[in-house]
């Protein structure tokens, strides 16, 4: 029979936080708190379409990559996290269903 095992072995990343993000007509962030100690945030889309970017600068509704109702955006890296950054297209406000791993 097999030893135990480290599950940390199979699992480096771990969940620590969820945040559902309200994304409006204005660009925002994931919020500072929970971003500042991430390693991956996988978000959902849901709602309407969402433009994004993740070099700091703030998307507006017709620059930054489009994400629809459904998709999964996999941000990688603390620093990328950190300076993500969404906004609604329309005039329909979208929500972002995010967890974040380390």
Known sequence: MPGPFDQLDFYPLR???????????TS?????????????AVAK??????RYRTDGTAPTATVG???DPGDVILV???ADVLAFR????????ATLSS???R
């Not at 969940?15 to 007509?25: D, K, P, Q, R, S």
């Not at 925002?28 to 991956?40: E, N, Q, R, V, W």
């Not at 889309?45 to 969402?50: D, G, K, L, P, T």
């Not at 969404?86 to 406000?93: E, K, L, M, N, Y």
């Open 99 to 101: 967890e974040f791993l």
């Open 28 to 40: 925002i962030g994931f919020t500072a708190a929970t971003a500042t100690s991430a390693k991956l």
């Open 45 to 50: 889309v849901e709602s309407a379409q969402i």
């Open 15 to 25: 969940t620590f936080a969820f945040e559902a993000l309200a994304v409006a007509g």
């Open 76 to 78: 990688y890296g603390s």
């Open 65 to 67: 990559i489009i994400a």
């Open 86 to 93: 969404a906004i609604r297209t329309g005039g329909v406000s």
